[in-house]
């Protein structure tokens, strides 16, 4: 059922990703257009896999330090971050400008169209840049207290963006920033349960699989 709803976090957030990252797939210069985003849709999975795996690991590191109460404050604050990153994504909590930003988004898009024939490459790339949505499932990671575990779920989300990232171009001209605002919502109060359930687990009151 979690491995579920992050699949389904996924899907809907990329809504939200469009806003943010939909510029890159344009950029694309492939033999065809099908493959390239493919490659570039791998690309993103690879790098989301990997920083699961590494969160896992984290997860997995602080899971075996013999000192219950650490354990627990670990999970409520993570559980806390998420409901305030879900909120974030709700549009409840205004995103903080930080000066200088349009700067280096001009540069990242400069240095990404040098790679325009490589789209594995940025894909990678695009699954280092800032999200909301990818810090709240990489703390779902570290919950996880395993590196495989952590590397599925961050698997599983990238998997559940593919289709909205695979057909960007088309959504951003045909689904309306309202629609996509509210879809990118939804996967909002996941990460706020997502939240609510590591606070509880915290508190002795869930049970984790």
């Known amino acids: 059922m979690e491995y579920l709803l992050i699949v389904l976090a996924g899907f809907l957030g990329s ?3 469009i806003g943010m990252c939909g510029y890159i797939p344009p ?3 492939y033999k065809n257009w099908f493959l390239g985003n493919l490659i570039y849709n791998l690309g ?4 989301y896999g990997f920083l699961g795996f590494v969160a896992g690991y984290l997860g997995m590191f602080f899971h075996s330090i013999e000192f219950q109460l650490f354990q627990k404050a670990l999970a409520l604050l993570l559980g806390v971050f998420m409901i305030l990153l879900g909120l974030q994504i709700l549009g409840q909590i205004k995103e903080k400008g930080i000066p200088g930003l ?3 988004f001009l540069t990242i898009a400069e240095i990404l169209s040098k ?3 490589n789209p594995f490459f940025l894909g990678m790339f695009n699954g280092f840049l800032p999200c909301p949505l990818v810090y709240a499932m990489l703390m779902q990671a ?3 207290q395993s590196p495989i575990k952590g590397f599925i779920v961050m698997v599983l989300f990238g998997l559940g963006t593919v289709p909205a990232m695979f057909l960007s171009s088309y959504v951003y001209k045909k689904v309306s920033p309202n629609m996509r605002k509210k879809l990118a919502s939804l996967s909002g109060l996941i990460v ?9 687990r915290a508190l002795g009151m869930g049970h984790h699989h």
Not at 44 to 47: C, E
Not at 192 to 200: D, Q, S, T
């Open 192 to 200: 706020i349960l997502f939240g609510v359930m590591a606070i509880l």
């Open 102 to 104: 349009d700067m280096v």
């Open 142 to 144: 570290v919950l996880e």
């Open 15 to 17: 809504y939200h990703c």
């Open 44 to 47: 993103r999975i690879f790098t």
């Open 27 to 29: 950029l694309i210069q």
């Open 115 to 117: 790679f325009r024939r």
